[in-house]
């Protein structure tokens, strides 16, 4: 599978860091398990829930700064309740778990089962969309559980390398990680957006013949779209709204929030609006903030 993105906890200077990679089947648990393997972290695949307790009593107490990832198949019945317990007393042993989920639009993992001439584990007698929507809903809780979730359904190898490459060498000082994220309707809603902006309200520069065929990082398309009426009280609005809603994550220990910036190609004001914001935040000590430009180059 040649799409998927990872992400995982930032360093928080704790002597071992633990992450729980899991999600939906075909959404890139491995893919994002080998990349992680690559940069250094021990990382044990298909690891059944009970056995987290005593794979970190073989890894030893005793190896400082220890980084380990575990791909765990999340669909048995009582999963959620086992890793309730089971990230609580990781932690009295001086483990950081995070719990990653990897999750992709139907379409994708459709097309990715197809593309390898394999059923889905649910599936049985059924379609290949059943079983994913069995799956779905099986872990619904374990979704709303996880400190990150990360839609793998557009980006390609190279994009997840850069992503992970920036978490993990990330600052230890840094507490919480905001991403600005534009991205195109048409291209589908990024599923693991906190905070969702409609630019469409907005005038396209697409239809100008002069700036399509640049994007919203060029000058000329960025001083067209925040020269359109509401495009800088958007800007100093939604960046209010994000200085509050900020301190409000720093306050409840949140990690990873991902704000998605769209229109309709991704390309234009999506893009401008999202440099802009980026520009715009106060952010305070310990909060970094990057853009992402998802659907830049597609067309």
């Known amino acids: 599978?040649?799409?998927?993105?990872?992400?995982?906890?930032?360093?928080?200077?704790?002597?071992?860091q633990f992450v729980l990679l899991t999600g939906m089947s075909g959404a890139g648990r491995t893919t994002a398990a080998n990349l992680l393997e690559d940069r250094g972290w021990y990382v044990v695949d298909?690891?059944?829930?009970?056995?987290?307790?005593?794979?970190v009593e073989l890894i030893g107490e005793d190896r400082r700064g220890q980084r380990v990832a575990a791909v765990?198949?999340?669909?048995?019945?009582?999963?959620?309740?086992?890793?309730?317990?089971t990230v609580g007393e990781l932690r009295d042993r001086g483990w950081s778990p995070r719990?990653?989920?990897?999750?992709s639009t139907d379409e994708a993992l459709v097309r990715r089962f197809e593309s390898v001439r394999r059923p889905h584990p649910l599936q049985g007698d059924g379609l290949l969309l059943d079983g994913i929507q069995q799956e779905r809903e099986v872990l619904g809780d374990i979704r709303s559980m996880a400190d990150v979730v990360v839609d793998t359904t557009g980006y390609n190898v190279h994009q997840l390398t850069a992503k992970?490459?920036?978490?993990?060498?990330?600052?230890?000082?840094?507490?919480?990680?905001?991403?600005?994220?534009?991205?195109g309707f048409k291209y589908g809603i990024p599923l693991d957006a906190d905070i969702v902006f409609d630019l469409r309200f907005l005038p396209n520069p697409y239809w100008d013949p002069e700036l399509r065929p640049y994007n919203g990082k060029d000058?000329?398309?960025?001083?067209?779209?925040?020269s359109r009426p509401g495009a800088e009280?958007?800007?100093?609005a939604a960046g209010r709204m994000l200085d509050i809603a900020t301190a409000g994550y720093l306050a409840e220990g949140r990690r990873y929030v991902t704000i998605a910036v769209g229109?309709?190609?991704?390309?234009?004001?999506?893009?401008?609006?999202?440099?802009?914001?980026?520009?715009?935040?106060?952010v305070p000590e310990g909060v970094a903030i990057t853009s992402i430009h998802r659907d830049l180059g597609r067309e």
């Open 219 to 226: 000058r000329r398309v960025r001083d067209f779209v925040l």
């Open 164 to 183: 992970v490459d920036d978490l993990l060498n990330a600052d230890a000082s840094v507490r919480l990680r905001l991403v600005v994220l534009s991205f």
């Open 46 to 55: 298909n690891l059944p829930l009970k056995m987290l307790l005593p794979l």
């Open 233 to 236: 009280e958007f800007v100093e």
């Open 263 to 282: 229109c309709t190609g991704g390309k234009h004001r999506s893009v401008a609006i999202s440099e802009a914001l980026v520009a715009r935040m106060n």
């Open 1 to 16: 599978m040649d799409q998927a993105e990872t992400a995982v906890a930032d360093a928080t200077g704790d002597d071992h």
């Open 99 to 103: 719990i990653v989920f990897v999750d």
């Open 72 to 85: 765990v198949d999340a669909r048995s019945r009582d999963f959620s309740t086992q890793l309730q317990s």
